[in-house]
């Protein structure tokens, strides 16, 4: 998702295949995603310990997607809620500037 001026002057972003904010590749989607599954939105929770807020999540009714995977910045874990929202868990390694 790259910020771009709409020409109504407003910004936007790139939701096009591909696009993850410009700054490396997409992850991929987890392997027990079925195929079918629609675009989505992915909303991300840090966490402190992704080895116990993995197991909360599947405590707590949410489907497991993809076990808790190291990448490039951390560990993450993704889960459907009980309602089929997708939620990832990440505990960061290194530290993230938001600009």
């Known amino acids: 998702m790259v910020p771009s001026a709409a020409a109504s002057g407003r910004r ?3 939701l096009s295949p591909g696009s ?3 700054r490396r590749p997409c992850l991929p989607r ?7 599954t629609a675009a989505y939105w992915d909303v991300y ?7 116990a807020a993995a197991a909360a999540a599947t405590e707590h009714g949410g489907t497991r997607l993809m076990p808790p995977t ?16 997708v939620f990832t868990l990440v505990q960061l390694t ?6």
């Open 45 to 51: 929770f840090a966490v402190d310990d992704i080895e």
């Open 30 to 36: 987890p392997p027990a995603m079925p195929a079918e």
């Open 20 to 22: 993850c904010h410009g």
């Open 94 to 99: 290194t530290e993230e500037t938001v600009a």
């Open 70 to 85: 190291l990448i490039e910045i951390g560990t993450i874990a993704v889960f459907l809620d009980p309602a089929g929202a």
């Open 12 to 14: 936007t972003a790139d």
